[in-house]
């Protein structure tokens, strides 16, 4: 006879171990409120999936204000501005001067080493390698988080609300009843494969390149540390691009004169789909949707963990507000945050159209692209819009 599941209680259930369950972990407690948060990955798999590395200008305030910037201040690179490369010319679009302001190159592996370090130091309940996790009773005041954790004890878990953080492929999304989400959504005809090589970076920022034959950006992770990706057909396989490959296309697209690219040892490479997705409402009874359970955006404007910062930092004031008994700032909790995530969604799609190759001969669509990047690159009031947007272009107060 099976043993009966252990019986407990929390304030907040937390699903998924990302930057945003972990963040909305530690800003509640900050606030004195507990959550029980369970992940179905490992916490060394957590700690070494390679997504983001760029945050926003409101993002390192985030993170300072709530205790969590020191390794973050001492190894994250600020950057004063992108370039644009295209036609075999390169332009520097200037943040610093255009706007005041910066972004942190500071990979999302790093933020959530720091983020579940932080949880564990305060004692807080992270819960890795669970199975069987469910949601339940989400129209309720008292919904149900179910998981089976690691030693097999099958958890019944009471709280006051649920925040589903476990991204686009979760079990929170699912649960909202058929008919109640709205789905906005569109899958771009290619693909990213991204490498991490042992090599320092070969410029002082970020280098976006379209090319004739597929757009090719060059990112970074440390002084030491170099993240390249090259636009490829959504269906390639990653068996089809040896090092060899990869570093004389890298050579090929990112080429302009008195330039030269640094080659080392690919770490990684991996094959990263391209998709906009938005699902509202973020919120259905007690149950609160954050970061990719609730949109997707490309990763061309560097928006995705930055968007996940951001409606836990909405979510946390909401969930804080809704434990008192006002409930003003959890009703409006969709609506705050898709003002945010639609502008967001606007820009990546935006970036991502103006810099990746279309398949197949499509000249004109070629001629309007270096139409747009010449206006950007040459227009005063064209580049400020880009560095307000990627720095973070904040919702009207």
């Known amino acids: 006879m099976a043993a009966a599941p252990a019986r407990t209680r929390t304030q907040v259930g937390i699903v998924g171990a990302g930057p945003a369950g972990l963040l909305l972990s530690h800003l509640l407690a900050l606030r004195g409120i507990d959550s ?3 992940e179905n990955r490992s916490r060394a798999y957590c700690e070494a999936r390679q997504r983001a590395g760029v945050l926003e200008d409101s993002s390192v305030r985030l993170l300072r204000e709530a205790g969590l910037a020191g390794r973050l201040d001492r190894e994250g690179l600020e950057h004063g501005g ?7 010319e390169r332009h520097h679009i200037d943040f610093r001067k ?3 302001r910066t972004v942190t190159v ?3 592996t790093e933020v959530v080493k720091d983020l579940i370090a932080a949880r564990l130091a305060a004692g807080g309940q992270l819960e890795f390698d669970v199975s069987g996790t469910e949601v339940d009773a989400l129209g309720t005041d008292s919904p149900v988080l179910r998981y089976t954790s690691a030693d097999g004890t099958r958890h019944v878990v009471t709280c006051d609300a649920i925040a589903g953080c476990d991204g686009f492929h979760g079990i929170c999304r699912p649960a909202v009843p058929a008919g109640v989400l709205t789905v906005w959504e569109r899958d771009y005809p290619y693909a990213w494969l991204g490498i991490l090589a042992d090599v320092p970076p070969s410029t002082d920022e970020l280098i976006y390149a379209r090319h004739p034959d597929g757009f ?4 970074l992770r440390s002084p030491l540390v170099s993240r390249l990706y090259l636009q490829v057909p959504p269906d390639e396989e990653i068996s089809a691009w040896p090092d060899d ?11 302009v004169p008195g330039w030269e690219l640094k080659e080392g040892p690919i770490l990684d490479k991996s094959i990263i789909p391209m998709r906009s997705f938005v699902s509202a409402p973020m919120r259905h009874g007690r149950l609160f ?5 609730a949109h997707i955006v490309p990763p061309t404007g560097a928006k995705g963990l930055n968007l996940a910062l951001g409606d836990v930092a909405v979510l946390a004031t909401a969930l804080e507000e809704l434990l008192r008994g006002d409930p003003r700032l959890a009703d409006g909790y969709t609506d705050t945050c898709l003002e945010r995530v639609w502008r967001r969604t606007h820009f990546s799609w935006w970036m991502t159209t103006m810099l ?10 070629a001629q309007l692209q270096l139409a747009q990047l010449r206006y950007v690159s040459t227009s005063r009031a064209a580049a400020t819009s880009l560095a307000e947007n990627y720095t973070g272009y904040p919702p009207r107060s």
């Open 36 to 38: 029980v948060l369970v």
């Open 82 to 88: 992108i370039y644009l490369q295209f036609a075999g």
């Open 98 to 100: 255009l706007i005041g």
């Open 106 to 108: 500071y990979a999302q």
């Open 216 to 219: 090719a950006l060059h990112s």
């Open 245 to 255: 490959r990869i570093w004389a296309e890298l050579h090929r697209r990112f080429a």
């Open 289 to 293: 949707l954050a970061g990719d359970a």
């Open 356 to 365: 990746h190759a279309a398949p197949g001969p499509d000249p004109m669509d």
